[in-house]
């Protein structure tokens, strides 16, 4: 739920916002602690942080010296895109022999365009029909949107239709939609199913196939559903597959539903993306909130996405969250769809700074300016730790990522690691003891007292951990 503005959010004004932000070392009053990683390890400072806002990765080579129609290169100058992204540079040539791919790219890497981008090549001097001729499965009510956004962007002046199909919103309009002619249906693969139920899908003419995060859509369950629709599209079509991961049941799909797949690896050499910065945080559970309210402080970030397990958990913080900073807003998948729209219509023209989302939701968002990902709430997969970092550090900008870690789920944070194949840094927050001291202990025990100073924390790893940590 979009969180309101309190008496105290208030406090957050322009004005102290400016007054919290960490002052560079050089201005900070002598006696206060040194923070406990070196600053230029830090991320904090505000110069640091505009350093990190690169432009796009290197070009490859220019969109011109792709054999592109003229009203595709019009498009792309209008959208702004100069420069193919390493995906676009790979896919969009193979894609326009019309063979089938199968693409391991991550969201951010310009993967849309780079299936969109030869489906609207082969579409445009097609005959106008009723029925589309290009369908696009995603695994979510968002990415349904983005992607048909794109689509939108990129056909520019030509006379060609996209339309998304999603659960959660009234059927009929889209039904409507596609009675009036559209050459691309995107959706999610049950309301894909519903429409062909009800006859106002229909795939006879399908010549273009595009499964897009299908790692996303076979963790969700939607196996059976996007078998059933791919057995009902013609054999002859072509048919594109995207995913940031290909563990064995995506691999099994393609086999089955593909000819011939040729594999194109677009990952990042490390999992998660080599720009982004990545943090992890040890803290008690009942220290979460200050610990992200003292991280918020410290960072002041553009933008941010928190990330929850659970939807109580993530309107819990989100409700506290507002109570204390200026727009915050939360989503989730039990909120009505006009909400969620309208949360991420906010989050994407800026209006609100800290999103607090679940895993699901959280996947599919695609905004440029968001500068810190918190894992609030350490994710229960690792493919969800790769997703929600991926929200940063989008089309090559730098981000960060924290990941608060409690001392039980130091094994959870070590499969994270050998996942990604790389350790996150440990940070600290100067001041702010993340995890309760023991108490001390009365001088007339028999064993010498323990004083606050001198009780060690509790480890975080055990020594199995501990092993497998040194053993990256
Ligand atoms: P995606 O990986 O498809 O989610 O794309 C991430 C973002 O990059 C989207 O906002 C696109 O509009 C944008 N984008 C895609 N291709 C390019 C390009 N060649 N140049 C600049 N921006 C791009």
């Known amino acids: 739920m979009p969180v309101e503005k309190t008496a105290e959010a208030g406090a957050a004004g322009p004005a102290q916002k400016k007054s919290r932000r960490r002052k560079p070392k050089a201005e900070r009053p002598a006696e206060s602690p040194p923070p406990a990683r070196k600053p230029a390890e830090g991320p904090a400072t505000e110069a640091r942080r505009q350093a990190r806002i690169q432009p796009a990765r290197p070009i490859l080579k220019r969109f011109g010296e792709m054999v592109l129609s003229e009203p595709m290169l019009a498009a792309l100058s209008e959208a702004g895109y100069e420069a193919p992204t390493p995906v676009q540079a790979g896919l969009i040539p193979k894609a326009l022999e019309g063979r089938d791919l199968m693409g391991q790219a991550q969201t951010g890497t310009g993967k849309t365009a780079a299936f969109a981008i030869p489906l609207l090549e082969k579409l445009t001097d097609k005959p106008r029909q009723r029925d589309p001729s290009a369908l696009v499965l995603v695994p979510t009510r968002e990415l349904a949107v983005q992607v048909r956004d ?60 595009v499964l897009d995060e299908a790692d996303r859509m076979l963790d969700i369950g939607f196996r059976p559903d996007i078998e059933k629709i791919l057995r009902r ?49 040890t803290v008690d559970p009942q220290r979460k909130f200050d610990l992200l309210t003292r991280l918020i402080e410290r960072e002041q970030p553009r933008q941010a996405i928190v990330f929850c397990r659970t939807k109580r958990g993530t309107d819990r913080v989100g409700a506290r969250l507002a109570r204390r900073l200026n727009s915050a807003a939360v989503i989730h998948g039990d909120l009505p769809q006009k909400l969620r729209d309208r949360v991420m219509a906010d989050f994407r023209a800026g209006k609100v700074r800290y999103l607090v989302a679940t895993d699901v939701v959280g996947r599919g968002i695609d905004v440029t300016s968001i500068s810190h990902i918190i894992n609030f709430d350490i994710p229960e997969f690792c493919d969800d730790y790769v997703h929600r970092v991926g929200r940063t550090g989008r089309m090559g900008r730098e981000g960060v990522a924290y990941t608060f870690v409690s001392p039980e789920e130091g094994n959870e944070l070590t499969r994270i690691e050998m996942r990604i194949n790389r350790l996150l840094q440990r940070d600290e927050i100067a001041g702010f003891d993340a995890i309760a001291r023991p108490e001390p202990i009365e001088a007339a025990t028999a064993e010498p007292a323990q004083t606050a100073q001198t009780a060690k924390p509790k480890p975080v790893f055990g020594r199995r951990t501990r092993r497998i940590r040194r053993a990256l």
Do not use: W
């Not at 990129?154 to 999603?166: C, E, P, S, T």
């Open 150 to 209: 794109e689509f939108a962007k990129l056909i520019g002046k030509r006379k060609l239709n996209a339309v998304a199909v999603y659960g959660g919103k009234p059927i009929r309009g889209q039904i409507e939609h596609l009675r009036q002619g559209a050459e691309i249906a995107v959706g999610t693969p049950g309301r894909v199913l519903d429409l062909i139920d009800r006859r106002a899908l229909n795939l006879g003419a399908i010549e273009h196939v």
């Open 233 to 281: 599209c013609p054999q002859s079509r072509q048919t594109l597959l995207l995913s940031a991961t290909i563990p064995p049941p995506v691999k099994r799909l393609a086999e089955r539903y593909m000819h011939e797949p040729e594999m194109l690896d677009f990952s990042p050499k490390d999992v998660a993306v080599e720009t982004i910065e990545q943090f992890y945080f």
